[in-house]
Nanobody, 116 residues
Framework: QVQLVESGGGLVQAGGSLRLSCAAS????????VAWYRQAPGKQRELVAA???????TYADSVKGRFTISRDNAKNTLYLQMNSLEPEDTAVYYC??????????WGQGTQVTVSS
């Protein structure tokens, strides 16, 4: 089992920045990939950014150059630095991980609201 707890969401003006954190606990040695997803009202959940065990990163086209995913293995924490935020980035952001057995875990989500 893996537990994921997100924090860092909030209300910010367009052009501002936020940093999301995701603290992982449990059987984390078997985690193969960690990622951030988001879901806006009325839309499907979408991948924002991901990082593999080997450090390879992937970003949605809409956030490239603005968001940065990173991790601190010593703290078992995943981060998402979000800069130049736009109203279209408003969504609930979820932390996700997949272990080596392809089992998937989700956090409870944290709301990000960007005002224009």
């Amino acid at each position: 089992q893996v537990q994921l707890v997100e924090s860092g969401g909030g209300l910010v003006q367009a052009g501002g920045s936020l940093r999301l954190s995701c603290a992982a606990s449990g059987i984390i040695f078997a985690i193969n990939r960690v990622a951030w997803y988001r879901q806006a009202p009325g839309k499907q959940r979408e991948l924002v950014a991901a990082i593999t065990r080997g450090g390879t990163t992937t970003y949605a086209d809409s956030v490239k150059g603005r968001f940065t995913i990173s991790r601190d293995n010593a703290k078992n924490t995943l981060y998402l630095q979000m800069n130049s935020l736009e109203p279209e980035d408003t969504a609930v952001y979820y932390c996700n991980c997949v272990n080596i057995y392809s089992r998937e875990y989700w956090g409870q989500g944290t709301q990000v609201t960007v005002s224009s």
